[in-house]
């Protein structure tokens, strides 16, 4: 019982230290004289770290959660039969094509409505392999490839696969609330940076000066949610050198890849070497959310991991669901047709909102988003988004959701046609004005 | 950094000694008279308990999940052709109803294919607890479901919901082998309780002897996967007893109650007060295994906390899919039949297997499985199993997949019909003369 008395005494004292890498280096060395694992020596690291309370101290995931329950009033408003007009969530307005419709009808009919493999049929695998080699040059094969449920669990899955308990993972903001808060969730620790409108938005520099051997992943989503921001191949270059040189992962969010509306984008696919995850979705192309399914490309060792992790949770997706994708996927026509819309109304978010004086707006080169800031001084971007709702029937999602630094942002997505949008618009700048 | 040296001294020393719950007070109680939180002091006891070894020590999960790969080698020999009496798997051979099918075509195509609420649509939260609340003369309300990506998100979620890093989950054996594997993946200890086929499976003696403080969630499953036990009343209210003198949750799987064939069974929602969870699915009743839909029941804010954990995760499960529960839930007469055939089904297993003087087997009680043992000395149930869907062309489950202890036993489920069904009993009993 001293030896607890005297632990007791250490760890008190080593959460208020400077835990620095160079400790955890001297503890992984000290552990194993003694008999014990480097993963063991990370993990009460990693614990200290909490207690002291770092963890879990950056970021604002519960803002991103409350932005659910602004969407619920907005709905409930649309209900009570006000005109509302909904720019807040990233869903598009089109629905799944006929044909991904007509796929899932007919094979729930059929019967596939059985268990089936936790990585995902091989009709659909062998198709996305095929689909993305053709597209970007490569020779994926079906094992690269695990379907999961959506692009949530494509994220999920991954941060399980490649990080321990108490992993750093660096999440780029303004952000999907999502990334921070899985990354919490599941017991890794994440490390903020701050990217700045005024940089146009770029991460490079700031990677390189947070990163550490710490670090496990890096979590990339270009074109971005929420800034619409592409980030150039020299970039993206950049940050895999950062990555190699620290041995951490990437995971690119490529979800919007096809909603990319200047040159220059290059697929983690194209650039990546080893330790690369790309996360892809039929969410956002082909308007499936509620189907729920996306995937993730990386080595077959860690698509089978990614798997193994889905099996765990939810054994597997529905075979039904997998057939409409896989239909979506032949539909290339309406993919075009989806990518060409959201790209106009990206272009009319940008024209009406720049004829404000109080809205500084950068052009738009991908996604479905725009991220306007407001020029107004003690802006605060809940009591704009709730005011607006209230006043004028117009849902936006706060610029807070994506991180504590973006209170003057908001973000407005493109999924409203021509006339409404332009009407949104209108009263966004005229609640501006009014709010100042 | 001479702190260091002594930590991993202190550590390396605890990992050696005997950790007992008296320890885990003192060291509560030491870090707190440092400033240092019990939950930290819980998760290093833990982190220590795990480096000596003990964690992740019970159980046979791999021996469960190579049962996959045993079906697959069953699919694919029926696809070449041969014929193959399939009776490995937990999925009844009967398909989703029609009034379910349609729903969800009809869900489908009217646009049903949004992002939804992370505990499922009211309208089915509502039907399951007005359908319980009627069966059991409850009142429970839409809040106290969360409807999940199957049976599987459902305990995932509740042991997140209920239970912290490192905390202590009974699990009784033989049983489904992915409530160990979840416990060990979610980073809590399974602590495995050895049911015996000569005690009739009878769990309460056991429970008494291996509960402790650390112990916060006790899993059960009645009608039991894989010995088709059912437990009677006065039994479960003893474990609900010994569970409330520890404090601990109960997490009641019962995704085969509607399979009872003996009087007696209560479900833990008549007998619970608080702290119990109820997991239930709609893939056993109406053979909808792959559309991945099950829920829980419990007081609203554990329902909110599994729901939290599915947000996480994935998002939210498809609204179509939850329709075609919806209408599933209210197609009484298909639940009625599916439950008759089953039970038609066991007897016939009994019967057929009761005739081989090698074979062990009590009558069954409920669920979907038969359990007999295997009295031959040194059987190996894996060897079997592969001999005889290699020689024979029947597919069981050994039952190593349940657990260690239970390598002469075999699970069999009432999947097939009646020809069959003898047919590929002849079979086994034919084998287990010849494996002698």
Known sequence: MREIAELSKICASLAKSDLSVEMLDVMISEFSRHGLSGDFARKIFSLVLEERGRYGGEGTPESGLKLREFASRALELQRMGREVYRLELGEPDFTAPPSAVEAACKAIREGYSKYGPANGIKELRAAIASKLSE????????????????????????????????????????????YAHQVRWLGRRPKIIKTRFEDNWDPVNMIQEKVSRLTKLIILNYPNNPTGRVLDERSIRAIIEIAEDYGAWILS???????????????????????????????????????????????????????????????????????????????????????ELIGMRLRILYEELSRSRLIEVRPPEGAMYIFPRINVEGFDSWRFAWKLLEE???????????????????RISAVLDEKPLREACRRIREAVEEYC
């Open 135 to 178: 597209r970007f040059g490569l020779d994926l094969k079906p094992d690269n490839i695990a379907v999961t449920a959506g692009g949530t669990f494509a994220v999920y899955g991954s941060i399980e696969a490649v990080t321990g308990l108490g992993d750093e993972v660096i999440v780029i903001e303004p952000a999907w609330p999502l």
């Open 253 to 339: 969010d490529e979800v919007y890849m096809d909603f990319c509306y200047r040159d220059g984008f290059e697929s983690i696919l194209k650039l990546g070497t080893e330790r690369t995850i790309m996360v892809n979705s039929f969410s956002k192309t082909w308007g499936m959310t509620g189907f729920r399914v996306g995937y993730v490309v990386s080595d077959p060792e860690t698509a089978a991991r990614v798997a193994r992790a889905q099996n765990t949770a939810i054994t597997c997706i529905p075979e039904f669901v997998q057939r409409a994708a896989l239909a979506a996927l032949n539909d290339e026509e309406s993919a075009r047709r989806n990518v």
């Open 392 to 410: 004028k029937g117009v849902a936006i999602a706060p610029g807070a959701c994506f991180g504590q630094s973006y209170n003057n942002h908001l």
